[in-house]
């Protein structure tokens, strides 16, 4: 009798505590990173109508955001700015006034251990919408936004930036930026990469949310084709090998082989970033009530831990802190 093999730890999950001996993975509020929308001159916050429950803030209102994600025990905060004007360079983006770096440094004086991550790209300060400059055939010059994107970095550092996380996917530009800020004397400012970032359709609602809709074309000329997984593994590489510190894939539910792989072959710390259609996903099948949120929303967290994530970016992260509580 009972000669075939049982797994009899399903037994032992039945009862209780003992559940989380034989536990893989876990979840908790100091995992998360919480992505969020500064803008130039607003008065107070503005709502985003694809991602309910997420707001534009003003300064003020993000340092107190920043001030209720450390209470709920998440741990960093990453930060994306909307200018009042924009140009065809996105000078914008290394204003030393900027939202950014106005924010970076109103959060550090007020909140000195939440870590500040800033990302770093040009897409929501150029008139174009593309993450670079622009060559006169309208093609994104890659080599030329290099010195941009470290002009930037250098900018998001002095504010006191704790991480910077550039997001535009040119060539080289890990590379670049970890010179400037060499030079600068900043050898021990940490970079987390977007390093395999896809060009997703997952991005709409972040794009309503920074205004930041390419005004032709596409960016599949620099983002990653979907289809492609071990190319996706060579970017992260070839990030690593540029001095990345840590490392990204975005989206992160439609990518979790890709996560796998990269953790996989790379062994350093990586990011997923659970992005806005994703979240817009979830909200609006839980308004609709077709889903229940609170269970999905830590599943998918856990499914994205499991699958190799040291760190979750996700505009959840104070509704699962609280729910992890
Ligand atoms: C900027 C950037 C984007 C996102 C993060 N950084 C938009 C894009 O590449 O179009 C998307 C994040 C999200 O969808 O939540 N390059």
Not at 296 to 319: F, W
């Amino acid at each position: 009798m009972s000669a075939f093999p049982r797994t009899r730890l399903r037994r032992l999950r039945r009862t209780g505590a003992l559940r989380d001996l034989v536990r893989e993975t876990t979840l908790a509020p100091s995992d998360l990173v919480l992505p969020m929308f500064v803008q130039e001159g607003l008065d107070g916050r503005t709502s985003i109508g694809s991602m309910p429950g997420v707001d534009r803030f003003s300064v003020a209102e993000a340092v107190a955001e920043a001030g209720a994600a450390a209470a709920l025990g998440v741990p960093a905060v990453l930060l994306f700015g909307i200018p009042r004007e924009k140009d065809p360079d996105g000078s914008g983006a290394w204003d030393d006034e900027g939202a950014v770096q106005l924010t970076t440094r109103a959060i550090k004086d007020a909140h000195p251990d939440v870590i500040v991550i800033t990302d770093l790209c040009l897409c929501e300060y150029t008139s174009h919408g593309h993450c670079g400059r622009l060559r006169d055939d309208g093609s994104v010059d890659n080599d030329e936004t290099l010195g941009l994107l470290a002009r930037t970095a250098l900018s998001q550092a002095r504010a006191g930036a704790d991480v910077i996380a550039p997001s535009d996917m040119m060539d080289g530009r890990v590379a670049a930026i970890r010179e400037a800020l060499d030079d600068e004397g900043l050898s021990d400012l940490p970079i987390m990469s977007y390093s395999t970032k896809f060009a997703s359709a997952f991005y709409g609602p972040f794009r309503e949310a920074a205004d930041s809709t390419p005004a032709f074309g596409d960016r599949r000329s620099y983002q990653m084709d979907p289809a492609n997984g071990a190319e996706a593994v060579r970017e992260s590489v070839l990030d690593a090998q540029e001095g990345a510190d840590i490392l990204m894939v975005k989206p992160a539910l439609p990518y979790l082989d890709v996560l796998w792989r990269v953790k996989e072959r790379t062994g350093l710390p990586l990011a997923a970033y659970h992005v806005s259609g994703e979240y817009a996903m979830i909200k609006a099948a839980a308004a609709a009530g077709y889903i229940d949120e609170r269970a999905i929303v830590l599943e998918t967290l856990t499914a994205i831990r499991r699958a190799g994530a040291d760190i979750v970016i996700t505009y959840y992260a104070k509704d699962a802190a609280k729910w992890l509580q």
